[in-house]
């Protein structure tokens, strides 16, 4: 039987937020760059700060996956939510970055 450590998938899943929160800055800022508005630089700034959350994210987990067992029980309770909540979000900007480059 194969146990999903929900830790580890949901840092996998942060991380693929920003390498697809990256894709949709890009596309912004190429944007940006033919239609200058203050639209194009708020989606500009606000993917930015989904990226920084994503980063804290990942840091925060990390921080907490090896504090040590007297937090263990919490760290592993909560993960499958953090999981949830990423693998959703995932999922949203997948279909963001799929059509911004359209």
Wanted: charged content about 10%.
């Amino acid at each position: 039987m194969v146990v999903l450590d929900f830790m580890l998938a949901a840092a996998a899943a942060a991380l693929l937020n920003i390498g697809l929160l990256g894709g949709v800055i890009t596309t912004y800022i190429q944007n940006m760059r033919l239609i200058k508005s203050y639209f194009t630089i708020g989606l500009v700034l606000i993917a930015s700060l989904f990226i920084v959350q994503n980063i804290v994210i990942v840091i925060f987990w990390s921080k907490l996956y090896i504090a040590g067992p007297s937090i263990k029980n919490i760290v592993d309770a909560s993960a499958p939510y953090l999981f949830s909540i990423n693998t959703a979000q995932s999922a949203g900007l997948a279909v963001l970055l799929w059509i911004t480059r359209r």
